[in-house]
Nanobody
Framework: QVRLVESGGGSVQAGGSLRLSCIGF???????MGWFRQAPGKEREAVAA???????GYADSVKGRFTISRDTDKNTLYLQMNSLKPEDSAMYYC???????????????WGQGTQVTVSS
């Protein structure tokens, strides 16, 4: 069964850091990987995406603070989050698919999410 499992979420104060992990075969076998987040009452939005070793991109709201990376030996996708802000609080999801994309519809497989809460 296709499975992606996120971990690393938690509660931090503003300015702090967290590193999210997403483990699963699809974390390295699919060329396209992304991190999305959804806050209560809001639509899910793309945070970061990569495609192979060719493309990496970020939402403007996290650019310069978040870093997406992949370790193929460990079948793991990461999201390093620094200088966290209260508005970063959300459920974070990893996803995999065949494309480089910031659109949900382009991803086939999703994890169950990990909660990030940033207090001011």
């Amino acid at each position: 069964q296709v499975r992606l499992v996120e971990s690393g979420g938690g509660s931090v104060q503003a300015g702090g850091s967290l590193r999210l992990s997403c483990i699963g075969f699809q974390a390295t076998s699919s060329p396209g990987m992304g991190w999305f987040r959804q806050a209560p009452g809001k639509e899910r939005e793309a945070v970061a995406a990569l495609y192979g070793d060719t493309y990496i991109g970020y939402a403007d709201s996290v650019k310069g603070r978040f870093t997406i990376s992949r370790d193929t030996d460990k079948n793991t996708l990461y999201l390093q989050m620094n200088s966290l802000k209260p508005e970063d609080s959300a459920m974070y999801y990893c996803a995999s698919g065949p494309l480089y994309s910031f659109k949900e519809r382009d991803y086939n497989y999703w994890g169950q999410g990990t909660q990030v809460t940033v207090s001011s």
